[in-house]
T-cell receptor, first 116, second 113 residues
Framework: DAGITQSPRHKVTETGTPVTLRCHQT?????MYWYRQDPGHGLRLIHY???????DKGEVSDGYSVSRSKTEDFLLTLESATSSQTSVYFC???????????????FGEGSWLTVV | AQSVTQPDIHITVSEGASLELRCNYS??????LFWYVQSPGQGLQLLLK??????LVQGIKGFEAEFKRSQSSFNLRKPSVHWSDAAEYFC???????????FGKGTRLHILP
């Protein structure tokens, strides 16, 4: 299994509060991703990072920000949580280019966030 | 824009029967193609991937997938399913080795005893 740790694994928070989810990897992979998973929508990319301090938006980035100050950590922040952000959040990593690696991504175990 | 379509939201098969899960993509060039499986409450596990070469790809757990360029498809197959195969399956595509990966909405597989 890829060395990916997400924290917290479960969180309940109130509308309007800030929330930060952390993804930590021990693989030294270049690429890191945040996805959200919702019934009927599959997995949707929120933000991704292609290096330290290099990030880009995915398809559902509104209301989210990210930061990557070290290779191993990728933080997802909900500045002011809303009920529509109740979801399961998955962090993923990828080694990027390589003969056998391609851009295969490996997933963490998920973080269940409930906004009440 | 690239897209991935999994036409079947749910599929039910009997244990021991064969399985085929469909995946179609929309992109001008040949993308990188993946199948992932997710058991309830778990993260996603890579089953197999196609980058180039032989269009029939073997994966873990007895699964295989065939890339058909003419049909823009990458269907997942298994000759004989087991009850433990009940899960949700996701097809995914990537444009190139540095780009993000887009997922289909998933197909939930149910197994009848």
């Amino acid at each position: 299994d890829a060395g990916i740790t997400q924290s917290p694994r479960h969180k309940v928070t109130e509308t309007g509060t800030p929330v930060t989810l952390r993804c930590h990897q021990t693989e030294n992979h270049r690429y890191m991703y945040w996805y959200r998973q919702d019934p009927g929508h599959g997995l949707r990319l929120i933000h991704y990072s292609y290096g330290v301090k290099d990030t880009d938006k995915g398809e559902v980035s509104d209301g989210y920000s990210v930061s990557r100050s070290k290779t191993e950590d990728f933080l997802l922040t909900l500045e002011s949580a809303t009920s529509s952000q109740t979801s399961v959040y998955f962090c993923a990593i990828s080694p990027g280019q390589g003969k056998d690696a391609g851009n295969t991504i490996y997933f963490g175990e998920g973080s269940w966030l409930t906004v009440v | 824009a690239q897209s991935v379509t999994q036409p079947d939201i749910h599929i039910t098969v009997s244990e021991g029967a064969s399985l085929e899960l469909r995946c179609n993509y929309s992109y001008g060039a040949t993308p990188y193609l993946f199948w992932y499986v997710q058991s309830p409450g778990q993260g996603l596990q890579l089953l197999l991937k196609y980058f180039s070469g032989d269009t029939l790809v073997q994966g873990i757990k007895g699964f295989e997938a065939e890339f058909k360029r003419s049909q823009s498809s990458f269907n997942l197959r298994k000759p004989s399913v087991h009850w433990s195969d009940a899960a949700e399956y996701f097809c995914a595509v990537g444009l190139n080795r540095d780009d993000k990966i887009i997922f289909g909405k998933g197909t939930r597989l149910h197994i009848l005893p």
